[in-house]
């Protein structure tokens, strides 16, 4: 799960504060090559009609040669061949330039976009099979980097690194050849120049990677303290933290400022350097040349050629820094895509799935907590080992204190982690031998976050069961007490909830998440504090429901209000991670035991 | 049916129709106007680098026609030191263009970043609850990049290209103006097609830019709802919806790319078939003899040179019109209204009795349909100084949204609200809301220190002893000691992930311990359990009784803290009185506080 404290050594922090998860060496080439490499067929056809392009375009000169030596004799001797052939010719190199440019860009597009859309896809189903506590502490603003900005940096290295890296291939391969077919001494010199610009290559590299996986964390960093902001801007209305948000944005906007400039500046330095070398070469093979040519060892129009070619063969090293530039940041932005995708899921699904037995009789499931103990790798909580059976169709409730440990029982129930040790079972099943789907059908966890996501209300009960018809919709929420109020909305049903429910009040989403949760018609139905914003009519309407709707099931209650507890065929009281009272309400409180001191502050609350 | 929702749609009308770039791009004059010298000079020095890479060639040829040919030893020296002063020269301007605008354009992308920041932070809640967070975000990442590339390279290449195609024209003219009018034939052509690209291709790219607004937007819900998907295993569906609005970017992104395609073929072949035309021309003249194959070569040769510039032309505008489009994207925003200000009256008479008083407050959301009934519908309420009132209500009632017409996070549409007889739409906001404190319905951290998170709620006088006492109020003191670095343990989004029943307990203390004047609390102990409860009610009622407060309430164990309660009812003030009273006479609070119906069955 989120475990990243691997063997190896690394820099002191959290490598989520510092957001550098670790990858295993060679992860983000790996990560590249299995992104393209079911595209291989398509890059290499759009090699080939760049390739074939490029000739095209090349032919220009040629023809005129040929218009001049061959067309303008043959013009004046009569024969108007020649100069049909000229235009025809480069009519046609013109349209086969202009048709591959147009195939080029559009094939290139195409693998560019399948690959965006396959890492996206990766990202974003991989974020969801990570753990709740993995995203406590990556946040939502870090995933929103990596799958927009970090995606991004990919896309400008896809749309324009093809054909700047094929231009540059091609333009160094082609005219060194030329260079040492016209003289081996020059190209010689040509090919010696290459060194370093070599060396020059790999500094760049080393440094811009260096500058862009700063940026690429610095952005981050932004994008988390805006997203924060945005999402709590009442607090930080009524708190009036506008100022100090100001300046702590400004210090997290001033670190991507400067890696930003930090960027462009290397790139000046890598043009410079390069453009140096170059030019101290086409002068240095000029020279030469000349000289060769003064002792007689070069033919003059020899010389004449190369001193053509060689300012040609340094024509794409800027469009190779360009490549370069991109290829740097794509590839700090792959790492960090890398790092987590490399991050294990904490619960993994199973391979070899599992059917639970059909249902006997009852909708309701038995569970069987079988010697599990757990404890965060984080820290925090920890459960002993115990032994727990619900049978089938037994509303338990649990209290206890904060911390007493029922927030972990009801998240190993709902497979939310796995025990450290022992199993959690559903009618005999390990839930760990379940595929979700099934899973889901067992069980169901209704939490105190009531989130709604964007999108109509209707398609938040729906999440409940996405096959649900709007009459199975609009039972679910009558059944809860819930539909009143959605009625009275500007759309009714469909009314679109925008930015997490803002129009809706705490109240009436832990309303619609209990209608998903009726929607979903789980064996075994767990609430976790699910009812804590309900006034007590709505508290009365879940308990109508779950004596008549979800009647039969087996539910686990976790809820401060007692009334809520009353109504359970079970109590168990929690403390420091253990059980430490196990009966029937009416049994408890005649014992002087914590249930009955509870239930007495309770009654002693309702006062009325 | 999506099987979990997307963001359907942009939340803003997609932009004005007149879809001027140039209008839009101009926009961006303030933030560059602070580096404007930088960047001419950079232009500026981009025409003088591209100048000397034509003049290179010309050294080269003189070199190998002259000394070379004469066998001048001392005159190829000389060449070959002119040659690599030229390429030095070239190097480092090609380099200090880069360098000049390094920094300043990394400013501009980052102030436009601050100030959009900043208006978000200072514009309405009602704004807020409109734009899904995702469509901010992106303008102010992936937008305001391609503002920064714009003003990197299209806006000097375009004015460099375009001084090299011009002067490029006026050599071709000068060496045959029959050939050079033919070259210039495709001009019209050419610059209608690009005006309808540019119209097109900014359209599409809205719409993508727009999608990856939404796209963020449901990244950052996917994570903020995870425990639901989970709780329901609905990752692979929420994966598939994911998918297909990723896929309808990739389709909104080929539709660009199929633009640009088109465009750069035309850019390509037009100018190319002009110069077929002129090499047939020029050939069939030097055959007649009007012109010499000389010349002829040097016009074409200029002519193919061109090629470059004119060819860039394509993407440089499609970059241009992707920048507008973000530019105006930023605008959208940048543009709304900020909650207006009171006049500078900061101190008005006091009027009447003290206290908060409510006069025939009426509030609607501003985007509300004209039908729909108003959500508080002639409020008439007063606290008197020092009391607590209970605000009971059934669910959806309005009672949230009357404690946030109070600090003004929202505005009343109409009457007015007084704290000691001071209108607070006449006060200053930061006033307001320096007197007035509040505790969410849902307890917000920010990523920040425990200490930090609850002093934000006291002046910066505050200090270790508010901290603890505020603390014990809440009845955090003995979670928060237990933490692994006490009140300075980071918590928040990027800290430890506190259980609902210790945020709100933090929120509480937070709206407790700069002693306000008035006290906002919204369902203020509902996630804890019954001991701690009593505690807490037990200390808030020593700081209720030295405040003026509005708590609103769901069960009488709350009630209880106050002196009167306020029933509120479909947006109207249905009775006010003690809990008893009310218990007495009103079957709706009755109901509220029991759950149990009385006689009438109406749900």
Same mark, same amino acid.
């Given at each position: 799960?989120t475990?990243?404290?691997?063997?190896?050594?690394e820099?002191?922090?959290?490598?989520?504060?510092?957001?550098?998860?670790?990858?295993?060496?060679?992860?983000?080439?790996?990560?590249?090559?299995?992104?393209?490499?079911?595209?291989?067929?398509?890059?290499?056809?759009?090699?080939?009609?760049?390739?074939?392009?490029?000739?095209?375009?090349?032919?220009?000169?040629?023809?005129?040669?040929?218009?001049?030596?061959?067309?303008?004799?043959a013009?004046?001797?009569?024969?108007?061949?020649?100069?049909?052939?000229?235009?025809?010719?480069?009519?046609?190199?013109?349209?086969?330039?202009?048709?591959?440019?147009?195939?080029f860009?559009?094939?290139?597009a195409?693998?560019?976009?399948?690959?965006?859309?396959?890492?996206?896809?990766?990202?974003?189903?991989?974020a969801?099979?990570?753990?709740?506590?993995?995203?406590?502490?990556?946040?939502?603003?870090?995933?929103?980097?990596?799958?927009?900005?970090?995606?991004?940096?990919l896309?400008?290295?896809?749309?324009?690194g093809?054909?700047?890296?094929?231009?540059?291939?091609?333009?160094?391969?082609?005219?060194?050849?030329?260079?040492l077919w016209?003289?081996?001494?020059?190209g010689?010199?040509?090919?010696?120049?290459?060194?370093?610009?070599?060396?020059?290559?790999?500094?760049?590299?080393?440094?811009?990677?260096?500058?862009?996986?700063?940026?690429?964390?610095a952005?981050?960093?932004?994008i988390?303290?805006?997203?924060?902001?945005?999402?709590?801007?009442r607090?930080v209305?009524?708190?009036?933290?506008?100022?100090v948000?100001?300046?702590d944005?400004?210090?997290?906007?001033?670190r991507?400022?400067?890696?930003?400039?930090?960027?462009?500046?290397?790139?000046?330095?890598?043009v410079?350097?390069?453009?140096?070398?170059?030019?101290?070469?086409?002068?240095?093979?000029?020279?030469?040349?000349?000289?060769?040519?003064?002792?007689?060892?070069?033919?003059?129009?020899?010389?004449?050629?190369?001193?053509?070619?060689?300012?040609?063969l340094?024509?794409?090293?800027?469009r190779?820094g360009m490549?370069?530039n991109?290829?740097?940041?794509?590839?700090?932005?792959?790492?960090?895509?890398?790092?987590?995708?490399?991050?294990?899921?904490g619960?993994?699904?199973?391979?070899?799935?599992?059917?639970?037995?059909?249902?006997?009789?009852?909708?309701?499931?038995?569970?069987?907590?079988?010697?599990?103990?757990?404890?965060?790798r984080?820290?925090?909580?920890?459960l002993?080992?115990?032994?727990?059976?619900?049978?089938?169709?037994?509303?338990v409730?649990?209290?206890?204190?904060?911390?007493a440990?029922?927030?972990?029982?009801?998240?190993?129930?709902?497979?939310?982690?796995?025990?450290?040790?022992?199993?959690?079972?559903?009618?005999?099943v390990?839930?760990?031998?379940?595929?979700?789907p099934?899973?889901?059908?067992?069980?169901?966890?209704?939490?105190?976050?009531?989130?709604?996501?964007?999108?109509?209300?209707?398609?938040?009960?729906?999440?409940g069961?996405?096959?649900?018809?709007?009459?199975?919709?609009?039972?679910?929420?009558?059944?809860?007490?819930?539909?009143?109020?959605?009625?009275?909305?500007?759309?009714?049903?469909?009314t679109?909830?925008?930015?997490?429910?803002g129009?809706?009040?705490?109240?009436?989403?832990?309303?619609?998440?209990?209608?998903?949760?009726?929607?979903?018609?789980?064996?075994?139905?767990?609430?976790?504090?699910?009812?804590?914003?309900?006034?007590?009519?709505?508290?009365?309407?879940?308990q109508r429901?779950?004596?008549?709707?979800?009647?039969?099931?087996?539910?686990?209650?976790?809820?401060?209000?007692?009334?809520?507890?009353?109504v359970?065929?079970r109590?168990?009281?929690?403390?420091?991670?253990r059980?430490?009272?196990d009966?029937?309400?009416s049994?408890?409180?005649?014992?002087?035991?914590?249930?009955?001191?509870?239930?007495?502050a309770?009654?002693e609350?309702?006062?009325? | 049916?999506?099987?979990?929702?997307?963001?359907?749609?942009?939340?803003?009308?997609?932009?004005?129709?007149?879809?001027?770039?140039v209008?839009?791009?101009?926009?961006l004059?303030?933030?560059?106007?602070?580096?404007r010298?930088?960047?001419?000079?950079?232009?500026?020095?981009?025409?003088?680098?591209?100048?000397l890479? #034509? +003049? $290179?060639p010309?050294?080269?040829?003189?070199?190998?026609? !002259?000394?070379? &040919?004469? @066998?001048?030893?001392?005159? /190829?020296?000389?060449?070959?030191?002119?040659?690599?002063?030229?390429?030095?020269?070239?190097?480092?301007?090609?380099?200090f263009?880069?360098?000049?605008?390094a920094?300043?354009?990394?400013?501009?992308?980052?102030?436009?970043?601050?100030?959009?920041?900043?208006?978000?932070?200072r514009l309405?809640i009602?704004?807020?609850?409109?734009?899904?967070?995702g469509?901010?975000?992106?303008?102010?990442?992936?937008?305001?990049?391609?503002?920064?590339?714009?003003?990197?390279?299209?806006?000097?290449?375009?004015?460099?290209?375009?001084v090299?195609i011009?002067?490029?024209?006026?050599?071709?003219?000068a060496?045959?103006?029959?050939?050079?009018?033919?070259?210039?034939?495709?001009?019209?052509? #050419? +610059? $209608?097609?690009?005006?309808?690209?540019?119209?097109?291709y !900014?359209?599409v &790219?809205? @719409?993508?830019?727009?999608q /990856?607004?939404?796209l963020?937007?449901?990244?950052?819900?996917?994570?903020l709802?995870?425990?639901?998907?989970?709780?329901?295993?609905?990752?692979?569906?929420?994966?598939?919806?994911?998918?297909?609005?990723?896929?309808t970017l990739?389709?909104?992104?080929?539709?660009?790319?199929?633009?640009?395609?088109?465009i750069w073929a035309?850019?390509?072949?037009v100018?190319e078939?002009?110069?077929?035309?002129?090499?047939?021309?020029g050939?069939?003249?030097?055959?007649?003899?009007?012109?010499?194959a000389?010349?002829?070569?040097?016009f074409?040769?200029?002519?193919?040179?061109?090629?470059?510039p004119?060819?860039?032309?394509?993407?440089?505008?499609?970059?241009s019109?992707?920048?507008?489009?973000a530019?105006?994207?930023?605008?959208?925003?940048m543009?709304?209204?900020?909650?207006p200000d009171?006049?500078?009256?900061?101190?008005?008479?006091?009027?009447?009795?003290?206290?908060?008083?409510?006069?025939?407050?009426?509030?609607?959301?501003?985007?509300?349909?004209?039908?729909?009934?108003?959500?508080?519908?002639?409020?008439d309420l007063?606290?008197?100084?020092?009391?607590?009132?209970?605000?009971?209500?059934?669910?959806?009632?309005?009672?949230?949204?009357?404690?946030?017409?109070?600090?003004?996070?929202?505005?009343?549409s109409a009457?007015?609200?007084?704290?000691?007889?001071?209108?607070?739409?006449?006060?200053?906001?930061?006033?307001?809301?320096?007197?007035?404190?509040?505790?969410?319905?849902?307890?917000?951290?920010?990523?920040?220190?425990?200490?930090?998170?609850?002093?934000?709620?006291?002046g910066?006088?505050?200090?270790?002893?508010e901290?603890?006492?505020?603390?014990g109020?809440?009845?955090a003191?003995g979670?928060?000691?237990?933490?692994?670095?006490?009140?300075?343990?980071?918590?928040?989004?990027q800290?430890l992930?506190?259980?609902?029943?210790?945020?709100?307990?933090?929120?509480?203390?937070?709206?407790?311990?700069?002693?306000?004047?008035?006290?906002?609390?919204?369902?203020?102990?509902?996630?804890?359990?019954?001991?701690?409860?009593?505690?807490?009610?037990?200390a808030l009622?020593?700081?209720?009784?030295?405040?003026?407060?509005?708590?609103?309430?769901?069960?009488?164990?709350?009630?209880?803290?106050?002196?009167?309660?306020?029933?509120?009812?479909?947006?109207r003030?249905?009775?006010?009185?003690?809990h008893?009273?009310?218990?007495?006479?009103?079957?709706?609070?009755?109901?509220?506080?029991?759950?149990?119906?009385?006689?009438?069955?109406?749900?």
């Amino acid at each position: 799960m989120t475990d990243t404290t691997t063997d190896r050594t690394e820099p002191p922090g959290d490598p989520f504060d510092r957001d550098d998860l670790p990858s295993p060496p060679g992860a983000t080439a790996a990560l590249l090559r299995s992104l393209l490499s079911t595209h291989r067929a398509r890059v290499a056809f759009a090699a080939l009609v760049i390739l074939v392009k490029e000739g095209a375009i090349q032919a220009g000169p040629l023809l005129v040669a040929y218009a001049i030596d061959r067309g303008v004799p043959a013009f004046r001797a009569g024969d108007h061949g020649p100069v049909v052939a000229v235009a025809l010719g480069y009519l046609l190199c013109a349209a086969l330039a202009g048709a591959l440019q147009y195939v080029f860009v559009r094939g290139a597009a195409r693998v560019n976009q399948d690959v965006l859309l396959d890492l996206r896809g990766r990202i974003f189903r991989h974020a969801q099979v990570l753990s709740v506590d993995f995203h406590e502490r990556y946040t939502s603003g870090r995933l929103i980097s990596r799958s927009t900005t970090d995606v991004e940096s990919l896309q400008e290295l896809l749309s324009e690194g093809l054909q700047e890296l094929i231009g540059v291939v091609l333009s160094f391969v082609s005219i060194s050849l030329i260079l040492l077919w016209l003289d081996l001494g020059i190209g010689a010199v040509a090919i010696a120049s290459f060194l370093p610009l070599h060396l020059l290559v790999r500094l760049y590299q080393r440094r811009a990677g260096a500058v862009y996986a700063e940026r690429s964390t610095a952005i981050a960093g932004v994008i988390v303290k805006f997203a924060e902001t945005m999402n709590g801007i009442r607090p930080v209305r009524a708190f009036r933290r506008e100022e100090v948000n100001d300046k702590d944005f400004a210090t997290l906007n001033h670190r991507h400022e400067r890696s930003n400039g930090d960027a462009l500046l290397e790139m000046a330095r890598y043009v410079v350097g390069s453009r140096l070398v170059a030019n101290t070469a086409v002068a240095g093979m000029c020279l030469w040349g000349a000289y060769r040519v003064a002792s007689g060892s070069l033919e003059l129009g020899v010389l004449a050629a190369a001193v053509l070619y060689m300012r040609r063969l340094y024509d794409p090293i800027d469009r190779l820094g360009m490549f370069l530039n991109s290829y740097e940041s794509a590839a700090a932005s792959l790492t960090k895509i890398a790092g987590l995708l490399a991050q294990e899921p904490g619960v993994p699904e199973t391979k070899a799935p599992k059917e639970l037995p059909a249902r006997s009789g009852t909708p309701g499931r038995e569970v069987t907590f079988d010697k599990v103990s757990f404890a965060y790798r984080t820290g925090g909580e920890i459960l002993p080992a115990f032994d727990l059976t619900i049978p089938p169709g037994q509303t338990v409730a649990v209290v206890g204190a904060t911390g007493a440990g029922k927030s972990t029982l009801a998240k190993l129930l709902a497979r939310f982690y796995d025990p450290t040790d022992g199993a959690v079972r559903l009618d005999g099943v390990d839930l760990r031998d379940l595929a979700t789907p099934e899973l889901r059908r067992g069980v169901v966890m209704v939490t105190q976050e009531a989130f709604l996501f964007s999108g109509t209300v209707a398609e938040n009960i729906a999440i409940g069961n996405p096959d649900a018809s709007r009459q199975e919709i609009e039972a679910a929420a009558r059944a809860i007490g819930a539909h009143e109020f959605i009625e009275n909305l500007p759309d009714g049903y469909d009314t679109d909830v925008r930015k997490r429910g803002g129009r809706i009040s705490a109240g009436q989403r832990q309303l619609v998440a209990f209608a998903r949760a009726l929607l979903a018609d789980p064996a075994v139905l767990i609430l976790d504090e699910a009812t804590s914003s309900l006034d007590v009519p709505g508290e009365r309407a879940v308990q109508r429901a779950m004596d008549t709707v979800l009647a039969g099931r087996t539910a686990v209650v976790i809820a401060h209000r007692l009334s809520t507890v009353e109504v359970a065929d079970r109590v168990l009281v929690m403390e420091a991670g253990r059980i430490v009272e196990d009966g029937t309400p009416s049994d408890l409180i005649t014992h002087e035991g914590r249930y009955a001191g509870l239930h007495q502050a309770w009654r002693e609350s309702l006062v009325s | 049916m999506p099987e979990i929702p997307v963001a359907p749609e942009p939340p803003a009308p997609a932009a004005a129709p007149d879809r001027s770039a140039v209008r839009a791009l101009l926009r961006l004059w303030p933030y560059v106007r602070p580096v404007r010298r930088r960047l001419f000079t950079a232009a500026f020095v981009a025409v003088v680098a591209s100048c000397l890479s #034509l +003049v $290179i060639p010309l050294v080269l040829k003189w070199l190998v026609d !002259g000394p070379v &040919a004469d @066998r001048d030893p001392g005159g /190829v020296w000389l060449g070959a030191l002119y040659l690599l002063l030229l390429g030095i020269t070239e190097a480092v301007l090609f380099g200090f263009r880069r360098w000049l605008v390094a920094r300043p354009l990394a400013g501009v992308e980052a102030r436009m970043r601050a100030d959009l920041y900043g208006r978000l932070q200072r514009l309405p809640i009602a704004f807020h609850d409109r734009w899904a967070s995702g469509q901010l975000l992106s303008r102010g990442t992936t937008d305001l990049m391609l503002v920064r590339m714009f003003l990197a390279f299209p806006l000097t290449f375009l004015l460099v290209n375009g001084v090299t195609i011009l002067a490029g024209y006026v050599l071709l003219l000068a060496q045959d103006w029959s050939l050079g009018l033919v070259l210039l034939t495709p001009v019209i052509p #050419l +610059v $209608i097609v690009c005006s309808v690209f540019e119209g097109r291709y !900014g359209a599409v &790219a809205r @719409r993508a830019q727009d999608q /990856v607004g939404d796209l963020t937007t449901v990244v950052e819900e996917s994570v903020l709802g995870i425990r639901i998907v989970k709780g329901f295993g609905r990752h692979r569906s929420q994966a598939l919806a994911f998918r297909d609005l990723a896929s309808t970017l990739r389709g909104t992104e080929l539709a660009k790319a199929r633009l640009l395609a088109m465009i750069w073929a035309v850019i390509t072949v037009v100018p190319e078939l002009a110069i077929g035309a002129a090499l047939v021309l020029g050939t069939v003249q030097v055959a007649d003899g009007d012109l010499s194959a000389g010349t002829l070569v040097a016009f074409l040769s200029t002519a193919m040179a061109l090629r470059w510039p004119v060819e860039s032309i394509g993407f440089l505008l499609a970059m241009s019109q992707e920048a507008a489009t973000a530019t105006e994207r930023y605008f959208e925003v940048m543009d709304a209204d900020e909650e207006p200000d009171a006049p500078a009256r900061s101190a008005t008479p006091a009027e009447g009795p003290g206290g908060v008083r409510f006069e025939g407050v009426s509030f609607r959301y501003p985007d509300a349909p004209q039908d729909a009934p108003p959500v508080l519908d002639g409020i008439d309420l007063h606290i008197r100084p020092g009391e607590t009132l209970a605000l009971v209500g059934g669910t959806g009632s309005g009672k949230t949204t009357l404690t946030a017409l109070v600090p003004r996070l929202h505005e009343a549409s109409a009457g007015r609200i007084l704290l000691d007889g001071e209108d607070i739409a006449l006060m200053e906001r930061d006033r307001l809301r320096s007197l007035v404190s509040m505790a969410f319905e849902e307890p917000t951290l920010f990523s920040a220190s425990v200490g930090e998170n609850v002093l934000m709620g006291a002046g910066h006088e505050a200090g270790e002893p508010e901290l603890r006492r505020a603390l014990g109020v809440a009845q955090a003191d003995g979670f928060v000691d237990r933490l692994p670095d006490g009140t300075g343990t980071q918590v928040g989004e990027q800290g430890l992930s506190l259980s609902g029943g210790q945020r709100q307990r933090l929120a509480l203390a937070r709206a407790v311990v700069g002693r306000p004047r008035f006290l906002i609390l919204d369902d203020p102990l509902s996630a804890l359990d019954v001991h701690t409860e009593a505690r807490v009610e037990a200390a808030l009622r020593e700081v209720l009784r030295e405040t003026t407060a509005l708590v609103v309430a769901h069960r009488p164990s709350t009630v209880m803290l106050a002196d009167r309660v306020a029933l509120l009812s479909r947006g109207r003030i249905a009775a006010v009185g003690t809990h008893q009273e009310l218990l007495r006479t009103s079957e709706e609070y009755a109901w509220l506080m029991s759950g149990e119906d009385k006689g009438t069955e109406d749900r």
